[in-house]
């Protein structure tokens, strides 16, 4: 008699969520995302992900509090804002992207919280920045190591 697991993908939710601050840069001034915004909540629901907030800064940056499942990367979220705001807004005006980017995963947890807890929320306690220019991006493809590396 082969044993069934109990808590498989289908029948289970994340109980929890990474928080990340994104900054994105055009190379030209961007257009402001408000008009299209709700539209783009909902696009960047499929790939998992929540924009909790949004702040422009004209002329050319846009910043995102975007909150994931800790399955997403952040070269997932990257790819998912830069381009369902480019296909969304493509009525309103048309965006180009600098290649550059900078995304940080955002909060703490307290030395008090993690003795109640254990060792279970490593991966909260750091806080960690990613800023990659094109050719380091293209390397990182090219190698396809395990993030983070």
Known sequence: MKIQPLYLPENTNVAYQLNWSLSVFGKES???PEPCMDLLRESVARDRLKILELRFRPPNVAQFF???QPSTNPSQIVRSIKGRWQNVSRPFAS????RNYRITSVGTVSR??????????V???YRTTYT????QQSMIRQTKLPWPF
């Open 30 to 32: 961007l257009p402001s």
């Open 66 to 68: 975007v909150s994931s």
């Open 95 to 98: 965006i180009a992207f600098r």
């Open 112 to 121: 008090a919280a993690r003795s109640t807890t254990g060792d279970c929320h």
């Open 123 to 125: 991966l909260a306690c």
């Open 132 to 135: 990659f220019s094109s050719a």
